[in-house]
Each structure stands twice: as C-alpha cells, then as structure tokens.
Nanobody, 122 residues
C-alpha cells in the first residue's frame, strides 16, 4: 500500500525555522519525485517545492526560494523540507505528494499524504 506521512509541523514565530518530513512507503522511492504543497485558509493549494529522486533535480516556488530547501534521504525513504526565515504567509497545511517526475508531481500528483499544520505567529 502506498503511503505518504508528513510530520514536523507546529507553531513557530516569524523568522524561525521548521523541518518537515515526508516518509514514503509502498513504491520505489528513488524512481519517484516528491513534492510539497501548502494550502492556507481561503486560498488555493500552492506548489512549494519538489525533488526528483531519480535525477536529483529540484524545484522551488518563487515565494520560498532562498528560504526553503528540499532534500532526500534514500536510505530512509524520506524527503525533508527545511523551512527558514518563516513568514506569516507561510502558515498553511503542508502536504507531500509523489509521482514520476516533478512536472507530474506538481501538476497532478499520484499519491498524497494527509498534511501537517504549520502556523507562523507574528
């Protein structure tokens, strides 16, 4: 069974940092890309970042470039999203998704986790 489980969310002050984890199982991890999305109240879901485990390519939305870093630990089948210099605008439920390649992941997504809440306070 394919499963993606997010963790690491929480409450943090503006300017602080969090590291989110997406633990994957049920598929060949290094054949897939894993991306991060977020959805804030009243807003549409937004693609944040992606890493393609088959070639190492990464993608970042303009809104998080220079602040967020995506990485992958193949031994643990886990993708991380290191979030630094957090802003109020980063408050959202963060989801991870997987598909073959970042384009497919970020436009469709074949597998999805349940999400983890990130709240950035003023």
């Amino acid at each position: 069974e394919v499963q993606l489980v997010e963790s690491g969310g929480g409450l943090v002050q503006a300017g602080g940092s969090l590291r989110l984890s997406c633990a994957a199982s049920g598929f060949t991890f290094d054949d897939y890309a894993i991306g991060w999305f977020r959805q804030a109240p009243g807003k549409e879901r937004e693609g944040v970042s992606c890493i393609n485990n088959s070639d190492g390519n990464t993608y970042y939305a303009d809104s998080v470039k220079g602040r967020f870093t995506i990485s992958s630990d193949n031994a643990k089948n886990t993708v991380y999203l290191q979030m630094n210099s957090l802003k109020r605008e980063d408050t959202a439920v963060y989801f991870c998704a997987a598909a073959r390649g970042c384009i497919r992941t970020m436009t469709v997504g074949d597998y999805w986790g349940q999400g983890t809440q990130v709240t950035v306070s003023s």
